[in-house]
T-cell receptor, first 112, second 113 residues
């Protein structure tokens, strides 16, 4: 059982669809993150939750909506996405602020 | 805005060669992390350096944090095909929120058998 599990691994969606990405961590960490990884760009932090409360929101468009029901689960709800939102979406967890990140293997999202 | 520049962007070498990749910034970081990401997987932490001038070794990998804590290097001795991957550096700002990490764009390394 891997430390941070993301599903699905691949997702293709149209611009009018609604879908959700799921992340689960089995490490007992209390912070969870969503990152976006695009070609030729650095990893971009999207959201951070600590103890189920959102502590960072880096000017992400409202078509991305995070949800953290408990310290082990994190969702990213997607609706009316644009083709430029196609990227690898990585979930990560950490013991707390300042601690190293443990990443999942990502969801490769393609918006058509 | 803090930026981390990594060089080179791409590196292709023969097995057994040595290499160095660099991570540079004009900003000071309280700590710096190196990650390796293999195709189809998420980044995996290799090391964290905290003190200016610090050197850490992980088998054939040697990491150094600059004296001024603005830059770092990763040296690989006798590279192996298993070293292939994307190497990312990430810095934690001294004044920013502790959850924020600034990532470089990465160095993509290919080690040819």
């Amino acid at each position: 059982e891997t430390g941070v599990t993301q599903t699905p691994r691949h997702l293709v969606m149209g611009m009018t669809n609604k879908k959700s990405l799921k992340c689960e961590q089995h490490l007992g960490h209390n912070a969870m993150y969503w990152y976006k990884q695009s070609a030729k760009k650095p990893l971009e932090l999207m959201f951070v939750y600590s103890l189920e409360e959102r502590v960072e929101n880096n000017s992400v468009p409202s078509r991305f909506s995070p949800e953290c029901p408990n310290s082990s689960h994190l969702f990213l709800h997607l609706h009316t996405l644009q083709p430029e939102d196609s990227a690898l979406y990585l979930c990560a967890s950490s013991q707390g602020e300042g601690s190293p990140l443990h990443f999942g293997n990502g969801t490769r999202l393609t918006v058509t | 805005t803090q930026l981390l520049e990594q060089s080179p962007q791409f590196l292709s070498i023969q097995e057994g060669e040595n290499l160095t990749v660099y991570c540079n910034s004009s900003s000071v970081f309280s700590s710096l992390q190196w990650y390796r990401q293999e195709p189809g997987e998420g980044p995996v932490l290799l090391v964290t350096v905290v003190t200016g001038g610090e050197v850490k070794k992980l088998k054939r990998l040697t990491f150094q944090f600059g004296d001024a804590r603005k830059d770092s290097s990763l040296h690989i001795t006798a590279a192996q095909p298993g070293d292939t991957g994307l190497y990312l550096c990430a810095g934690r700002g001294s004044g920013a929120g502790s959850y924020q990490l600034t990532f470089g764009k990465g160095t993509k390394l290919s080690v040819i058998p």
